[in-house]
Each structure stands twice: as structure tokens, then as C-alpha cells.
């Protein structure tokens, strides 16, 4: 059974960092290195939006408009971790972050190609 869990959310001021991370177990590290990856979240009062997706051997990666250049998704398939390293937040950033892994590799922004989902960490960007 594949479980994905998230960590590194917290509260930080407007124009800080955070970096999230994701581990995934349940499978072998080869198992889980072809699966692609992707983090989504959601805001309060929002719905579940795409923020970014890496394939299995990280040559491919997609972020959504609103995160891209301040965004970086990244993956360590020897830990069998995700991250996401986030800069400049704003406080539009703020939600719950959850990853979430396509079996199939495909590395998309539709949230229904992923089969299994974390339980979310939650980002709070204050100004």
C-alpha cells in the first residue's frame, strides 16, 4: 500500500522560503522512481488547484502560472522523497499542500491522472 506523507509547512512572513517534503513508502525505491509526482493545494475557500508535477527521473517538470519562477519541485529517488522549495510566498499562497503520485508517470497537471494522495501540510503566509 502506497502512503505518501508531508512535512516542513508552517506560518512565515511575506517574502520568506519554505520547503516542503514528501515521503513515499510502501513500494521499492524502483517501483516508486517511475512513478511521476506532483504537489496541489488548497486555499481557504478555494478550490484544489495544480502547482506542480515532476516526472519519475526528474528530466520533466510542470508548474502552474501563479508559482512559476518562485517554485521548484525536485525529487531524491534514493530517499524516495519529493520536495518542493518555495520563495517569495505571498500570502495568496497560503493553503493546504498536498503531493500526490501518478502511477502511470505521465507527470500531468490533472488531478485525477494522480491515484494516491497525502493528508496535506498546511502553509500560512502572513504580511
Known amino acids: 500500500q502506497v502512503q505518501l506523507v508531508e512535512s516542513g509547512g508552517g506560518l512565515v512572513q511575506a517574502g520568506g522560503s519554505l520547503k516542503l517534503s514528501c515521503k513515499i513508502s510502501?513500494?521499492?525505491?524502483?517501483?516508486?522512481?517511475?512513478?511521476?509526482l506532483g504537489w496541489f493545494r488548497r486555499g481557504p475557500g478555494k478550490e484544489r488547484e495544480f502547482v506542480a508535477a515532476?516526472?519519475?527521473?526528474?528530466?520533466?517538470?510542470n508548474y502552474a502560472d501563479s508559482v512559476s519562477g518562485r517554485f521548484t519541485i525536485s525529487r531524491d529517488n534514493t530517499k524516495t522523497t519529493l520536495y518542493l522549495q518555495m520563495n517569495t510566498l505571498k500570502p495568496d499562497d497560503t493553503a493546504l499542500y498536498y503531493c500526490?503520485?501518478?502511477?502511470?508517470?505521465?507527470?500531468?497537471?490533472?488531478?485525477?491522472?494522480?491515484?494516491?494522495w497525502g493528508q496535506g501540510t498546511q502553509v500560512t503566509v502572513w504580511s
Open positions: 515532476i516526472t519519475g527521473n526528474g528530466a520533466r517538470t
Open positions: 510502501g513500494q521499492t525505491p524502483n517501483a516508486i522512481a517511475f512513478y511521476a
Open positions: 500526490a503520485a501518478d502511477f502511470l508517470g505521465q507527470g500531468l497537471n490533472d488531478a485525477r491522472a494522480y491515484e494516491k
